[in-house]
């Protein structure tokens, strides 16, 4: 079986080239005129395929972050924001960090206000995951997709629609 073509031969001379490598006789198509078939484990292509349609379904979620300071101008502000919303439509959960530099860690409700600006800005898309807490000179929290019930969608037909 080293994938030569044995060109057309008998159904009894193809069973007994089979039974003698001790593989199945597959026929891969039958419409065609000879019928095409082949020599080869169908238990361990039925596995190869099983095993690969399993590594398809399987999506990764990455966790990604992206980092503030609270005196960040609204165009910056704008763009992460921007940029946080495609990490959730992707799937992925993201890491807020909200950096205080210097002295600015005693002006904690600014950091808190920009939270709850975050919060609503990006209400739509995600969901708060844990509430936001200091760790040092940082405010974090994480923020995670929402999970979307999709609907059947219209298939086009008059009755389905609103008009």
Same mark, same amino acid.
């Given at each position: 079986m080293s994938g030569d073509q044995f060109g057309i031969v008998s159904i009894n001379e193809a069973l007994e080239q089979a039974k003698s490598n001790s593989t199945?006789?597959?026929?891969?198509?039958?419409?065609?005129?000879?019928?095409?078939?082949?020599?080869?484990?169908?238990?361990?292509?039925?596995?190869?395929?099983k095993k690969a349609s399993a590594q398809k379904k399987v999506k990764t979620q990455m966790l990604k972050e992206i980092?503030?300071?609270?005196?960040?101008?609204?165009?910056?502000?704008?763009?992460?924001i921007n940029k946080l919303k495609d990490f959730l439509e992707d799937g992925h959960k993201v890491k807020i960090r909200l950096w205080f530099k210097g002295r600015e860690i005693v002006h904690k409700q600014l950091g808190e206000q920009l939270v709850t600006k975050i919060v609503d800005s990006v209400s739509e898309a995600g969901e708060l995951d844990n509430e936001p807490k200091f760790e040092g000179k940082n405010l974090t929290m994480m &923020?995670?997709? /929402?999970? @979307?019930? &999709?609907?059947? /969608?219209? @298939?086009?037909?008059?009755?389905?629609?609103?008009q």
């Open positions: 199945d006789l597959v026929e891969i198509a039958p419409d065609s005129t000879p019928p095409v078939c082949k020599l080869m484990d169908y238990g361990k292509f039925l596995y190869d395929k980092k503030f300071r609270p005196n960040i101008g609204e165009n910056d502000f704008n763009v992460k &923020v995670l997709p /929402k999970k @979307n019930k &999709v609907g059947k /969608k219209s @298939n086009g037909n008059a009755k389905n629609e609103i």
